[in-house]
């Protein structure tokens, strides 16, 4: 399973981006998906978390702010991010649990990982 993530790039304090992660490969379900972020000099940290039941967790600190939602029928997770502020600079990564068929037709629970996108905010 492969995960394609999009969406970063340059903003202003107060502006707006939609990050998309894209999950493809022979999947047969998805479960939880969420994304983190990863600030230079710091450690990776959760941002949004949501079950395939639509049921949604935010860190403190983007509460109001980011939404994550998900279309399950493209196996993709977005998250909407509003009100930006510097301190949301960093790299997002997406994460997708998933149960995928393996090479011998077997099923296989997993997590995969996105690349990674890059968010900067300036002041």
């Known amino acids: 399973v492969q995960l394609q993530a999009s969406g970063g790039g340059l903003v202003q304090a107060g502006g707006s981006l939609r990050l998309s992660c894209h999950a493809s490969g022979r999947i047969i379900n998805i479960g939880p998906m969420g994304w983190y972020r990863q600030a230079p000099g710091k450690q990776r940290e959760s941002v949004a978390q949501i079950t395939s039941g639509g049921v949604t967790n935010y860190a403190d600190s983007v509460k109001g702010r980011f939404t994550i939602s998900s279309d399950n029928a493209k196996n993709t997770v977005y998250l909407q991010m509003n009100s930006l502020k510097p301190e949301d600079t960093a790299v997002y990564f997406c994460?997708?649990?998933?149960?995928?068929?393996?090479?011998?037709?077997?099923?296989?629970?997993?997590?995969?990982w996105g690349q990674g996108t890059q968010v900067t905010v300036s002041s």
């Open positions: 994460e997708v649990a998933h149960v995928s068929l393996g090479a011998g037709e077997e099923y296989v629970a997993a997590r995969s």
